[in-house]
């Protein structure tokens, strides 16, 4: 099978303190102190395959959105390395780049191109986003007058619109009201086949057993467990009460 | 390791020209007068200037009056200190897309820049006003304009990336910047002519760089007439010489950005 994602020996480390003020670096760097340093991936080996559906579980501060974040480009490994094979978009958050005094449809544009859509895209799929996002009364309304749910619905309906062959999400699916989650579920299962590949990080694990074949189970920065995505989910809920 | 590419910039001119467009249309969403400031702003600085050193204390200035001279200087002037101070909160002002999504930062810096033209554009129409008020008419030569903002851009753009990936790291850029620019605006033939300087000190003026683009920008308005070749030239040979260094310099600190910002 061909490989969406590979990644290996992979380690990440963040520095904890960084100094802000030149005031607080200087005495660091007299004195030659070293700043603490956190491991947040220690020796990770991944492969997702082509048409697979990972779910990214574990406790938080394991590592998982630092994981995604380095699978989209966001942030670079400390060393290993990984490669991705096929167009990636990226969920880590929605509404990235949202300006509050731009209207809805400013703001489709705006964020659209942001996820990386051109704006030949955009005016294609203009129609199905405000269609699939509910609020064509508030188009021409700031989105600093919508309520929090209708800016994500707005979000949403944008991001879900990208073409991909690898989606990365972010724990947002767990926003919005479940109506609309489940709308958004469908499409994302529709525009899933065997040639896409998802990478999911959640702790909805009704999401995580419904939408995902395989699961990783990170703790402390390390793959604790790694399989069938129910057997994994199992694994981790005796884990926790135990 | 995978990094986005540098030469992949093209892919991502759609971000860019939106981030423009954002950037223009945020700063006069709000205002009530809107895009009239891209011309106030300017007028108010050089009436305040004119009043003090064009009718108080008066500074010579050959055969050009004070007003048209201080006003084209302030607009050009003003291009370039906007574009530096816009451009080095760029990356620190988004910090939401710097840690969201993945792209070459610099597309920030760029973004800052080119959201000054339209009000460059609008203050220009000012400037021919004020010429035609003075009975300065225009020769072919004010299209060294062109050639020479465009090195003013590059300028800006090297200084405004240098400082936009210092300040991610250390805060306290943001506030030098301002004092910064004060000091490079009195330093550079800006409020008076570069004749004016005494002798003995014309040599120093020319070495900063912007003494070359600045008399270059107002000659080629008010007075006619090409830059003069070596001050150009020499102005040109920094712009490019800071330019490569930030960008090296960006490039090797914005693998920091997203985990330190």
Known sequence: MEKAVVINNLWKKYKIGQPKKLGDALPLFLFRQKLKEFWALKNI?????????????????????????????????????????????????????????????????????????????????????????????????????????????????????????????????????????????????????????????????????????????????????????????????????? | MKMIKTSNIWRFRYLLLLLVWRDVKSRYKQAFFGFAWAMLTPTFQALVFWLVFGILFKIPTGKVPYLPLVFSGFIFWNFFSQSVSSATLSITGNSNLVTKIAFPKEILIFSSILGRIPDLITSLAVLIAILAFYHISLSVHILWVIPILIIEMIMALAIGMFLAAINVYFRDITAVVPILLMAWLFLTPVIYPLESIPTQYQLYAKLNPMTGILEGLRSAVITGTPPERISMLFSISITLIFVIFSYLLFKKLEKGFSDVI
Not at chain 1, 159 to 166: K, N, Q, T, Y
Not at chain 1, 180 to 188: A, D, N, R, T
């Open chain 1, 45 to 242: 080996n991944l492969s997702v395959e082509k048409g697979e559906r990972l779910g990214i579980i574990g406790p938080n501060g394991s590592g998982k959105s630092t994981l995604l974040k380095i699978i989209s480009g966001v942030t670079s490994p400390s060393s290993g390395n990984f490669t991705t094979n096929g167009k990636v978009a990226a969920l880590l958050e929605v509404g990235t780049g949202f300006h509050p005094d731009f209207t809805g449809r400013e703001n489709i544009y705006l964020y659209g191109t942001i996820l990386g859509m051109n704006l030949n895209e955009i005016k294609q799929r203009f129609d199905e986003i405000v269609r699939f996002s509910g609020i064509r009364k508030f188009l021409d309304t700031p989105v600093k007058y919508y309520s929090s749910g209708m800016y994500i619905r707005l979000a949403f309906s944008v991001a879900i619109h990208l073409e991909w062959d690898i989606l990365l999400v972010d724990e947002v699916l767990a926003v919005g009201d479940i109506e609309f989650q489940k709308k958004c579920l469908l499409k994302i299962e529709k525009s899933l086949g065997s040639e896409k590949s998802l990478i999911l990080v959640s702790h909805n694990f009704d999401i995580v057993r419904k939408l995902c074949n395989e699961v990783l189970f990170l703790e402390n920065g390390q793959i604790k467990k790694n399989g069938k995505a129910n057997s994994v989910v199992d694994y981790y809920l005796k884990h926790v009460q135990g």
